[in-house]
């Protein structure tokens, strides 16, 4: 195949606009339904609308894209006769990987790749972004970066702190007697990514004290390949994500200057406000 490769990704990986233009990725919004208004996160909205939206009580839903919103892809791809590898939110959070398995089947055309990123948000992007420096710095073909990123997402770490239990209580994912007595004992959830990509609760502290500590000694302990992003995230104030940048700078080799993103629309309204944590490479074992 003599075409070029495309990288495709979704919303769910927060990637910006800005970066979509500088790495030349085509992007797949979700669908969200705000109150009774249904839209797209297409990276236009500011953040800022859905965090105000949410305080003011109004229910987010996130939703998958529909296999027609890949196959549109796909089919200019193919008319092309370029590949596309497709980094897309964890098929164990979202149908949005079945989605595009079945544009790819009604496309007929092999040189579509479906990569499960196993991953959410900038963890994702992570992702995207090995597959565009495979694609720019190497002669591998598709298949073979896809087959690479399939060893290369089981380094991509994220630890992250819950610091509000009320939107898992309204998203569904914890049931309101356990949300109301976890948030009496201050209860703040570490979570990260399983082996699937099921976000999962590694451990429940009780207070911000012991939060800060327990997530930033776990961050510590890691082994961080600064060749690639490290990420700081946050969920409408980036305050939490400061002060936990100002602790893990007394850890000897962690990298400086970090800038703080965003989580964006798709995954926010499960995070809730005040959530932050960190998304990096491990080094590959020797």
Not at 51 to 61: L, P, R, S, T
Not at 215 to 234: K, S
């Amino acid at each position: 195949m003599s075409g070029k490769i495309r990288i495709v990704t979704d919303s769910a990986s927060d990637i910006t606009r800005e970066e979509l233009a500088k790495y030349d990725v085509t992007l797949v919004p979700m669908p969200l339904m705000i109150g009774e208004m249904l839209c797209f996160d297409d990276k236009t909205r500011p953040v800022a609308s859905l965090w105000k939206d949410m305080q003011n009580g109004v229910e987010v839903k996130t939703s998958q894209p529909s296999p027609s919103s890949f196959l549109e892809v796909f089919r200019q791809v193919k008319a092309d006769g370029d590949a596309v590898i497709c980094i897309l939110l964890a098929a164990a959070l979202s149908g949005t990987c079945q989605s595009a398995i079945m544009a790819k089947e009604m496309a007929e055309y092999d040189e579509i790749y479906i990569v499960d990123s196993k991953r959410a948000t900038c963890s994702q992007k992570l992702v995207a972004f090995e597959a565009c420096r495979l694609r720019d710095e190497t002669d591998m073909t598709a298949a073979q970066i896809a087959e690479h990123l399939e060893d290369f997402i089981d380094r991509i770490k994220l630890f992250a702190c819950i610091d509000t239990l009320e939107y898992l209580v309204k998203g569904g994912r914890l049931s309101k007697v356990a949300g109301n007595i976890g948030s009496m004992l201050n209860i703040k959830p570490i979570i990260a990514f399983d082996d699937v990509g099921n976000i999962k609760v590694i451990k429940k502290v009780a207070g911000s004290k012991k939060a800060f500590s327990d997530l930033c000694g776990r961050i510590a302990e890691t082994d961080i390949d600064t060749n690639y992003p490290v990420i700081p995230l946050f969920a409408c104030s980036d305050a939490n994500c400061r002060k936990m940048l100002g602790m893990l700078e007394e850890t000897e080799n962690f990298p400086s200057n970090l800038i703080p993103e965003e989580i964006g629309a798709t995954i926010g309204p499960y995070i809730g406000l005040g959530g932050f944590g960190l998304t990096f490479v491990e080094k590959a074992k020797a």
